[in-house]
Every structure is written in structure tokens, then in C-alpha cells.
């Protein structure tokens, strides 16, 4: 498959800042894309997921933005807390389809209290 | 969502030998994937384990390599056959094609 990257693969920011975290994806047939945390020790962990039908997705803490002109993807964590450090995985597929995720490099998020 | 069980978390191992690495989901499933995530890298697919039938390889792997078994729909194995130091990575099972849930991984280290 095509591949996935990211821009930055270290981010620091403080407590209680906003983080913001981006991803380039290359195949424009992709139309679901997911956010993926990774703690040490830890098999990445689901955070939110987003359709290609929208630009705009919001969680608990985390919103995930879509650019399809672009191909540009981004996970906002609003009021970053110490147990967001972790590394953040973006992944993009066809939804339904048989297609494996594609996995982006990771971007390694600090916070520093 | 699922529930997977990994073992071991972690080993040490000596070149040249080989280590079976297991994977439990609490649910049925028909398709199991094994993923490789190398030191500061990303996930790269290794097969997908299907009940059944052979396991699919993705480029790159080799069934020799990676013997992969998946005897029920609960359950599969990976083999990290004739080690290297190159084969020292964490090893992830998955389940899910739409939301992908992972076990806890096995950090293996090869020397």
C-alpha cells in the first residue's frame, strides 16, 4: 500500500497547552482515517476515527481534522494532561473494504508538567 | 471491541534460535493480523491469519521466517524462526478491519 507520514516525530509541549499533531497520506481513494496512542509498553490504542464524508471530528479531549484537498489529517488534544505522552499513529484505509490500515510513522507527543 | 492477550511481553533470546509467540482474543474472528513495529518505527504488516487456510504474507516476509499458525477462530501463533539481532522489535497481533484493537505486543530482543 501507499504509504503514511508525519510530519514531526517529536512534539513537547506543556501541561495544559493544546497539541496538535499532523499526518500526510498519499492514497486519495483512502476515506477513513484513524487516530492510534501508543504508550510505552502498550499495543497502540484507538483515540477517534473520521469518514471522508467529514472535515470535522470531535472526542473527548481530541478533535480530528480532515483536508481531502491536501490529503492532510490532524489530531487536536485540547489541555494537554502527562498521560497524553505517548506516540500517536495515523492510519488511513477504504472503509469496508478488505484493506489493512496503513500506518503512519508515529509522532512521539512529550508533556511536560 | 476486543480483548487480546499477548505472550510473552517481552523475552531475551540467542541468535539462531526461535520463539513462538502467542495471541488470545476473547471473541471470534475471522481474520488475525501480525504486525512488526521495529525500534522508533511504525507498524508494518507482517500476514494476515486467516482460520483455516495459509496465512498471507505480506512483501518482505516469508512464511520460513515467520511460520504463523491459527488453529481456531480465537487464537494464532507467530514464530520468529533462525533470529538475528535485525529481528529484535515488537511483535503485535490485531483483530478488526475497520477499528484495529492490539494485543499488548512482545518486545523481543535478539543477542
Known amino acids: 500500500g501507499e504509504s503514511v507520514g508525519l510530519h514531526l516525530p517529536t512534539l513537547s509541549v506543556q501541561e495544559g497547552d493544546n497539541s496538535i499533531i499532523n499526518c500526510a497520506y498519499s492514497?486519495?481513494?483512502?476515506?477513513?482515517f484513524i487516530w492510534y496512542k501508543q504508550e510505552s509498553g502498550k499495543g497502540p490504542q484507538f483515540i477517534i476515527d473520521i469518514r471522508s464524508n467529514m472535515d470535522k471530528r470531535q472526542g473527548q479531549r481530541v478533535t480530528v481534522l480532515l483536508n481531502k484537498t491536501v490529503k492532510h489529517l490532524s489530531l487536536q488534544i485540547a489541555a494537554t494532561q502527562p498521560g497524553d505522552s505517548a506516540v500517536y499513529f495515523c492510519a488511513d484505509k477504504l472503509w469496508g473494504g478488505s484493506y489493512i490500515p496503513t500506518f503512519g510513522r508515529g509522532t512521539s507527543l512529550i508533556v511536560h508538567p | 471491541s476486543a480483548v487480546i492477550s499477548q505472550k510473552p511481553s517481552r523475552d531475551i533470546c540467542q541468535r539462531g534460535t526461535s520463539l513462538t509467540i502467542q495471541c488470545q482474543v476473547d471473541?471470534?474472528?475471522?481474520?488475525m493480523f501480525w504486525y512488526r513495529q521495529q525500534p522508533g518505527q511504525s507498524l508494518t504488516l507482517i500476514a494476515t491469519?486467516?482460520?483455516?487456510?495459509?496465512?498471507?504474507?505480506e512483501s518482505g516476509f516469508v512464511i520460513d521466517k515467520f511460520p504463523i499458525s491459527r488453529p481456531n477462530l480465537t487464537f494464532s501463533t507467530l514464530t520468529v524462526s533462525n533470529m538475528s539481532p535485525e529481528d529484535s522489535s515488537i511483535y503485535l497481533c490485531?483483530?478488526?478491519?475497520?477499528?484495529?484493537?492490539f494485543g499488548q505486543g512482545t518486545r523481543l530482543t535478539v543477542v
Open positions: 471473541s471470534q474472528v475471522t481474520m
Open positions: 491469519a486467516n482460520q483455516g487456510s495459509e496465512a498471507t504474507y
Open positions: 490485531s483483530v478488526g478491519q475497520t477499528e484495529a484493537f
Open positions: 492514497n486519495s481513494a483512502s476515506d477513513y
